[in-house]
């Protein structure tokens, strides 16, 4: 009777282990089908193979730089592939990412917050889940396996065991993906060029009198690996410092091609918070760039 007993439940067990395993990776193949989250959109949304820039960043590239206006501007084409909460690593995945699909670009534009240049990222970033989709690929698959978190241990071990990063990243992985069985193509604030902007708070106009100096070491040592795989696949590294309200970022190095415009923005009705542009502020930073970046591409 006993043996029946323990039968039973290792049959229960194992049923809830199959279906589990099976509910995971179907979640994962349908966020692969989708285009919610930027590696997805930047697989299924994106079908043209060659650029002449992509902005790669954190939540500052997303928000200040609109790739439409930049190409309406100087007839170029980008795509902005900025995911807010990443880091430069994060940023790093995301151009084997992009160089993975087969696609090129002339000019990579990184445009992360100021202080993630001197960074030392010991973890995954929060957002660097939204990756866990192609955790098959080596290189997501290496990416994750190189840090020690639980997290991190969680997203590099779901190669074979699917439903612990799902599990794991429930609220951001397996509701999002029933959400795609609906609405495949609706993208989690982006738009069709991967844009995002932060709204207007106020139009109070007050000048910005004071700019303090923000001394930018280039320490982080994803930077030299970003730089490393841009030459391999003949891409031009521009670093790039989104206007901060009363910063000024000072670099402390000639090693990379800078387009400094932490201080272009002097009055607080540009600014939705001390790191972000608001959306007049995108379209007056967005313009700014585009008449620089032009002076480059000859």
Request: proline fraction near 4%.
């Given at each position: 009777?006993?043996?029946?007993?323990?039968?039973?439940?290792?049959?229960?067990?194992?049923?809830?282990?199959?279906?589990?395993?099976?509910?995971?990776?179907?979640?994962?193949?349908?966020?692969?089908?989708?285009?919610?989250?930027?590696?997805?959109?930047?697989?299924?949304?994106?079908?043209?193979?060659?650029?002449?820039?992509?902005?790669?960043?954190?939540?500052?590239g997303?928000?200040?730089?609109?790739?439409?206006?930049?190409?309406?501007?100087?007839?170029?084409k980008?795509i902005?592939?900025?995911?807010?909460?990443?880091?430069?690593?994060s940023?790093?995945?995301?151009?084997?990412?992009?160089?993975?699909?087969?696609?090129?670009?002339?000019?990579?534009?990184?445009?992360?917050?100021?202080?993630?240049?001197?960074?030392?990222?010991?973890?995954?970033?929060?957002?660097?889940?939204?990756?866990?989709?192609?955790?098959?690929?080596?290189?997501?698959?290496?990416?994750?396996?190189?840090?020690?978190?639980?997290?991190?241990?969680?997203?590099?071990?779901?190669?074979?065991?699917?439903?612990?990063?799902?599990s794991?990243?429930?609220?951001?992985?397996?509701y999002?993906?029933?959400?795609?069985?609906?609405?495949?193509?609706?993208?989690?604030?982006?738009?069709?060029?991967?844009?995002?902007?932060?709204?207007?708070?106020?139009?109070?106009?007050?000048?910005?009198?004071?700019?303090?100096?923000?001394?930018?070491?280039?320490?982080?040592?994803?930077?030299?690996?970003?730089?490393?795989?841009?030459?391999?696949?003949?891409?031009?590294?521009?670093?790039?410092?989104?206007?901060?309200?009363?910063?000024?970022?000072?670099?402390?190095?000639?090693?990379?091609?800078?387009?400094?415009?932490?201080?272009?923005?002097?009055?607080?009705?540009?600014?939705?918070?001390?790191?972000?542009?608001?959306?007049?502020?995108?379209?007056?930073?967005?313009?700014h760039?585009?008449?620089?970046f032009?002076?480059?591409?000859?």
């Amino acid at each position: 009777m006993m043996q029946l007993f323990f039968k039973r439940i290792g049959f229960i067990l194992l049923l809830g282990f199959g279906i589990a395993m099976l509910v995971s990776a179907g979640s994962l193949w349908l966020l692969r089908q989708s285009s919610f989250y930027k590696p997805s959109f930047l697989v299924n949304d994106i079908p043209e193979k060659n650029f002449d820039y992509i902005v790669l960043g954190a939540s500052t590239g997303l928000t200040t730089l609109n790739t439409t206006v930049i190409d309406s501007v100087i007839q170029t084409k980008g795509i902005n592939l900025s995911m807010d909460d990443t880091a430069l690593s994060s940023q790093y995945l995301m151009l084997e990412h992009f160089l993975a699909q087969g696609k090129t670009t002339k000019f990579c534009v990184l445009a992360p917050s100021a202080a993630s240049f001197d960074a030392k990222d010991p973890d995954i970033s929060d957002n660097d889940y939204r990756f866990l989709p192609y955790i098959n690929e080596d290189y997501v698959f290496q990416y994750f396996k190189q840090y020690t978190s639980t997290r991190a241990k969680l997203v590099s071990n779901s190669k074979w065991l699917p439903m612990l990063g799902v599990s794991y990243f429930n609220v951001e992985v397996f509701y999002p993906s029933l959400f795609t069985i609906i609405q495949p193509k609706k993208r989690n604030r982006f738009d069709a060029k991967g844009n995002y902007t932060y709204p207007i708070k106020n139009n109070k106009e007050a000048a910005i009198s004071e700019f303090k100096a923000f001394p930018v070491s280039f320490s982080n040592h994803y930077i030299a690996k970003i730089k490393a795989l841009c030459m391999a696949n003949n891409i031009e590294l521009i670093c790039y410092f989104s206007p901060i309200k009363g910063r000024k970022v000072i670099a402390e190095t000639t090693s990379f091609s800078i387009i400094n415009h932490s201080d272009v923005l002097k009055n607080e009705a540009y600014f939705y918070d001390v790191l972000h542009v608001n959306t007049r502020g995108r379209q007056m930073a967005s313009i700014h760039f585009a008449n620089v970046f032009q002076t480059l591409l000859k």
